[in-house]
């Protein structure tokens, strides 16, 4: 490590910056298989010339659904100078349609090299974003405020990672910062909540020529439902009064021959709003219209089907204030580099929610992503470059220096 002088700013190295995210977005890396890219981070970390120590790896894996294998990845560093801790953090796992990409530059952008394939963007921009405040950090022995560095696992299935998350490893910080997103002067203070929902409903076989009048079909009373939420307006986006949100049915199973009245059928869905009131509603609606269409199917002797619905808390939603210190404290990064900071808030969920739920506030920022989970998907290099020297301001906290 060089030593390196607090009157001197230090700017971020854009080729190093270029080619460290480049080489993190061809790591396959699917949710529940970052074991590939958390192993990259350490020996890059280790290179660098940071204690083995300093890296630990939690359990959220092992209480995960899926399993897989490997957890959360926390760095924590004592400070140089005094401050309140700073954590920063971004997902390590990709969308399966990622496995496979050749990031290739062609002018502004960085592209998958296949039309098949996106690019891994979400998130390993963000992943490079806060490794090369890290890695500049040890290269140049900058000063900084205590820190803690999180990759986390399994965001792309619902926030998994995060929710079991091992907080007392984080070391108690005060202002924590989360990358996932596209433009760099992005400040995220909010974000819906989503609640799944998974509903089962229990028909009556039969054989589907000789006696189609005896069976009661499944997915009758399935459609039948679906059709009532979506003539009434409880389907797709939903705008009730001053109230909205978003549900859709994602996942439907069931039936294994043409020639049996299918006896069973599993459906999987979600229901989304900023206010857990009106998210609770859509649930009730749901669950109200599925009883109401097995009740509504009988075959010929009066027998019906029946329905079990289930609801469960993905993650809530939150909101913070606008003076809280993380999204004072992120606008100053912002504005610093030129920036015009734009508090937004997302209708998709972010490692952000179960962090602030955690009682950690987060904010979340841009790094150069576009049209995420597509293979269109592109990283915007400017974006991205902007979004790595604020993160070593936020790290170094210089941002108002």
Not at 96 to 113: T, Y
Request: hydrophobic residues 40%; aromatic residues 4%; neutral net charge.
């Amino acid at each position: 490590m060089s030593k390196h002088s607090t009157e001197t700013a230090i700017k971020v190295n854009s080729k190093k910056a270029l080619q460290l995210v480049t080489e993190l977005m061809a790591i396959p890396g699917k949710s529940g298989e970052e074991a590939l890219i958390a192993a990259e981070i350490k020996s890059r970390l280790l290179k660098a010339g940071l204690s083995e120590t300093m890296i630990q790896f939690d359990s959220a894996h092992k209480k995960s659904p899926i399993g897989g294998q490997t957890g959360n990845m926390i760095v924590k560093l004592p400070g140089t100078m005094r401050g309140p801790r700073r954590l920063l953090m971004a997902h390590m796992d990709t969308v399966p349609l990622c496995e496979g990409a050749k990031p290739v530059k062609k002018g502004d952008l960085i592209h998958s090299k296949s039309e098949l394939t996106a690019l891994g963007a979400d998130d390993r921009s963000g992943c490079s974003v806060i490794l090369n405040a890290l890695l500049t950090i040890l290269e140049h022995n900058l000063p900084h405020p205590p820190l803690s560095f999180c990759w986390m696992v399994q965001e792309e299935i619902g926030l998994v990672g995060v929710r079991l998350l091992t907080t007392s490893k984080l070391g108690k910080p005060r202002m924590c910062f989360n990358w996932d997103g596209k433009l760099s002067d992005m400040v995220c203070i909010g974000a819906t909540g989503d609640s799944g929902m998974l509903i089962q409903i229990q028909g009556i076989a039969s054989h589907a020529g000789a006696h189609p009048e005896c069976g009661v079909s499944a997915a009758v009373i399935a459609s039948r439902a679906i059709d009532d939420l979506y003539t009434n307006g409880w389907h797709g986006l939903v705008i009730k009064g001053k109230n909205t949100g978003s549900s859709n049915v994602g996942v439907i199973e069931g039936g294994a021959a043409t020639n049996v009245v299918m006896p069973e059928l599993t459906i999987k869905a979600e229901a989304r709003s900023h206010n857990p009131r009106f998210r609770q509603k859509i649930l009730d609606e749901f669950k109200k219209a599925f009883l109401k269409a097995a009740k509504s199917v009988k075959n010929s002797e009066g027998k019906q089907g029946s329905v079990s619905f289930e609801s469960y808390l993905k993650y809530d939603s939150f909101r913070l204030p606008e003076q809280e210190p993380a999204v004072q404290t992120a606008r100053l990064a912002i504005e610093k580099q030129g920036g015009q900071p734009e508090l937004t808030i997302a209708n998709g969920g972010l490692d952000a929610n179960w962090m602030t739920a955690h009682g950690f506030p987060t904010v979340t920022l841009g790094c150069g992503q576009q049209d995420i989970h597509t293979t269109s998907e592109t990283l915007m290099i400017d974006e991205y470059l902007k979004a790595c020297q604020i993160g070593l301001l936020l790290a170094t906290a210089t941002e108002s220096a």
